[in-house]
T-cell receptor, first 110, second 113 residues
């Protein structure tokens, strides 16, 4: 059974204070690891897909990395508008369906 | 612009009633999914479809059903609503190209009283 565990559950940063969110996973035949951002009252918004260990992707202040057991979402010099819940998910084998972690709730203050 | 629309946004229903939540996408995606989101559990897969006339059970399918008669729509039916089905429901779709992830709707908040 595919499993995804995210840590920490919640993180409070000051503006400009860089940090990382962790996503550890157990899956048989990783097809892709996905990062999403979710704002309150809205659906998840796609950020990245990573496919193999060593891969990195960047978007503005966010950089996602992947190893064989975990992924990190690095947030560099965050701003208050980066406050959201960040979700990690995996798909396995030939299936398109995703298994999600419970998310990290990020708050960035001035 | 293509979009994925869920309706209603909010619904309150009574225990035992049948409820249908609508999901309509104009992306022409073959793959469609229904998830529920609860505190402490994250997003859990209810049902999914890889094309017209195809439906599959997810990890929390008991008490729910779906049908896929066209590419655009995947309605989710709660056969006899229970308080345990109070949740936020999200519909999602994708083309099968994982480079673009899934596109999610804005969700339906369902309360069963």
């Amino acid at each position: 059974e595919d499993q995804v565990t995210q840590s920490p559950e919640a993180l409070r940063l000051q503006e400009g204070e860089s940090s990382s969110l962790n996503c550890s996973y157990t899956v048989s035949g990783l097809r892709g690891l996905f990062w999403y951002r979710q704002d309150p009252g809205k659906g998840p918004e796609f950020l990245f897909t990573l496919y193999s260990a060593g891969e990195e992707k960047e978007k503005e202040r966010l950089k996602a990395t992947l190893t064989k057991k975990e992924s990190f979402l690095h947030i560099t010099a965050p701003k208050p508008e980066d406050s959201a819940t960040y979700l990690c998910a995996v798909s396995a084998g030939t299936a398109s369906k995703l298994t999600f972690g419970t998310g990290t709730r990020l708050q960035v203050t001035l | 612009d293509a979009e994925i629309t869920q309706s209603p946004r909010h619904k309150i229903t009574e225990t035992g009633r049948q409820v249908t939540l609508a999901c309509h996408q104009t992306w022409n995606h073959n793959n469609m999914f229904w998830y529920r989101q609860d505190l402490g559990h994250g997003l859990r897969l209810i049902h999914y479809s890889y094309g017209v006339q195809d439906t599959n059970k997810g990890e929390v399918s008991d008490g729910y059903s779906v049908s896929r008669s066209n590419t655009e729509d995947l309605p989710l039916t709660l056969e006899s609503a229970a308080s345990s089905q109070t949740s936020v429901y999200f519909c999602a779709s994708n083309s099968g190209d994982t480079n673009y992830g899934y596109t999610f709707g804005s969700g339906t908040r369902l309360t069963v009283v």
